[in-house]
């Protein structure tokens, strides 16, 4: 079992690592990332990302498609440990890039000096004040 660390959380899938590629069935790219594997290209909802002509064979193989080429292509972070058992990916650019267009601040939890947890959507619709401080 390979390792997926994402945005949203650890997934585990059963996924072949070759050096700073990583093949696995298209059910789980669709469970890691949320893109499926269509006659047009790795689409999520309406958007689609056409397979670079002349190196197919470098996205999909047979049944599988490779997760490291395909988020490499879309310019996203993607790293893994030597062995390729635990592999981490950030959000691809376009993403990051429509959460900054739209200036909405990305839902995150943190508990209180007593540890309650409060939400930054539990504010929504209210002026909201954050500090950050860092010991470095």
């Avoid at 689409?43 to 490779?66: I, K, M, Y």
């Avoid at 939890?109 to 954050?130: E, F, M």
């Amino acid at each position: 079992m390979t390792t997926i660390v994402t945005l949203t959380g650890t997934i585990e899938v059963d996924a072949a690592a070759e050096g700073d590629d990583l093949w696995m069935t298209a059910d789980d790219l669709r469970q890691v990332t949320g893109y499926e594997l269509k006659p047009e290209g790795f689409c999520l909802d309406e958007v689609c990302v056409p397979v670079p002509r002349g190196q197919e064979s470098e996205f999909v193989r047979g049944s599988e498609v490779n997760l490291g080429a395909f988020w490499r292509h879309l310019d996203a972070a993607i790293v893994h440990d030597e062995g390729g058992a635990s592999w981490s990916i950030g959000e691809p650019p376009t993403e990051r890039a429509l959460r900054v267009d739209s200036l909405m601040a990305p839902d995150f939890t943190l508990p209180d000096a007593a540890g309650r947890p409060h939400s930054l959507s539990d504010y929504r619709g209210r002026k909201v004040l954050l500090a950050a401080w860092a010991s470095w």
